[in-house]
């Protein structure tokens, strides 16, 4: 029997067929229409998609924010296939050249950036989105923050802290207890900014930082200092340590603030002496520091290097203790001699 041949874009029973098209296969033109508005850090950025609950997962990641700051057009893509079974893809692995920059699980899961134009596409299955902190954390808040660093900030791993208006960066290696002191300062009446990350302002002419200061996260030994947070369970966080994320509003944080200026920066050293001091540290050092620090490559980081400058004159201290509460109390006489 001869096979029936059937020419696509023709009538098939009444239907008209699509053409096949070699480019199909891309899905360059894949339906988004889905679409929401957010402000992390303050500044807007669209998020289209064909999936409502990529949507639900950035509000979670950055419906705390209203205020607006300056013009944005970022625009982030995230296309969802029905494909994918139950188990959680791995965590992305991040390549960068120059100003490209890639995201991949795998071959169902992977992201693209171009950061100079500030162009993305995400493309995930159901079992990522399913998995909604890990979208959140392995791509949604990944693509957003890189393209607002390219962009308008440039994040410094800090957390910040304000008394008198007057803002400290507390800096220091991971593990140093920044997120734990700077709790610490806001359960004694201090403002707070952030907890780990703060992000420079690139176009402020003096040194000012926005952070999340709508939440604070916690190493698991921090239930050990503060009763409080026992209550809460661990939850998976980016590059796969545990941590406790919580609501500042849950917490006996009285002063908050979305925005600070530095008057000082402190790198903490907490050792078992039980003296705490402050030790002056020669001008150019926050710079320095954080230059070694930065997690970017080519133009990008030019562009950051530069912008760190601004920290240079910026008075920086060591603070070395052990007791909380001895920290504190340096922290305070800093503030009353600036």
């Known amino acids: 029997m001869a096979r029936k041949l059937v020419l696509q874009g023709t009538q098939h029973n009444g239907v008209t067929l699509k053409p096949h098209r070699p480019?199909?296969?891309?899905?360059?033109?894949?339906?988004?229409?889905?679409?929401?508005?957010?402000?992390?850090l303050g500044f807007a950025v669209d998020i289209l998609t064909n999936d409502p609950d990529v949507l639900l997962a950035a509000h979670e990641s950055f419906g705390h924010r209203r205020l607006r700051r300056g013009d944005t057009a970022l625009q982030i893509r995230v296309g969802v296939s029905e494909t994918g079974g139950l188990g959680c893809p791995p965590e992305p692995t991040r390549r960068e050249y120059n100003h490209l920059y890639s995201l991949t699980a795998d071959t169902e899961n992977h992201?693209?950036?171009?950061?100079?134009?500030?162009?993305?596409?995400?493309?995930?299955?159901?079992?990522?989105?399913?998995?909604?902190?890990?979208?959140?954390?392995?791509?949604?808040?990944?693509?957003?923050?890189?393209?607002?660093?390219?962009?308008?900030?440039?994040?410094?791993?800090?957390?910040?802290?304000?008394?008198?208006?007057?803002?400290?960066?507390?800096?220091?290696?991971?593990?140093?207890?920044?997120?734990?002191?700077a709790?610490?300062?806001?359960?004694?009446?201090?403002?707070?900014?952030?907890?780990?990350?703060?992000?420079?302002?690139n176009d402020s002419a003096i040194p000012r930082v926005i952070g999340h200061s709508h939440r604070l996260r916690f190493r698991p030994a921090a239930k050990d200092l503060f009763p409080e947070l026992t209550?809460?369970?661990?939850?998976?966080?980016?590059?796969?340590?545990?941590?406790?994320?919580?609501?500042?509003?849950?917490?006996?944080?009285?002063?908050?603030?979305?925005?600070?200026?530095?008057?000082?920066?402190?790198?903490?050293n907490r050792g078992q002496s039980a003296l705490s001091r402050l030790v002056s540290l020669p001008?150019?050092?926050?710079?320095?520091?954080?230059?070694?620090?930065?997690?970017?490559?080519?133009?990008?980081?030019?562009?950051?290097?530069?912008?760190?400058?601004?920290?240079?004159?910026?008075p920086t201290f060591e603070l070395q203790y052990r007791d909380l509460d001895h920290a504190i109390d340096q922290l305070g006489l800093l503030v009353q001699s600036t």
């Not at 296969?25 to 508005?37: C, E, F, G, Q, S």
């Open 231 to 268: 209550k809460y369970e661990m939850t998976p966080r980016m590059e796969g340590k545990p941590s406790l994320e919580i609501p500042t509003s849950e917490l006996p944080v009285l002063s908050t603030a979305a925005e600070a200026r530095v008057h000082s920066i402190v790198y903490l």
């Open 23 to 40: 480019q199909d296969a891309l899905l360059y033109d894949m339906a988004l229409p889905l679409r929401a508005t957010f402000y992390p």
């Open 183 to 201: 709790y610490a300062c806001a359960r004694a009446g201090w403002t707070y900014t952030s907890d780990d990350t703060s992000y420079l302002i």
């Open 283 to 314: 001008n150019g050092t926050a710079t320095e520091r954080t230059r070694n620090e930065l997690f970017s490559a080519g133009e990008i980081r030019a562009k950051h290097e530069k912008i760190l400058e601004i920290l240079s004159s910026v």
């Open 111 to 181: 992201a693209v950036l171009d950061l100079k134009t500030c162009t993305s596409f995400v493309w995930l299955n159901r079992s990522s989105v399913r998995n909604r902190l890990y979208l959140r954390y392995n791509f949604l808040e990944k693509v957003v923050y890189l393209l607002l660093g390219a962009s308008v900030v440039t994040d410094v791993h800090a957390a910040c802290v304000s008394m008198r208006k007057k803002g400290i960066l507390l800096c220091g290696d991971s593990g140093a207890g920044k997120s734990t002191l």
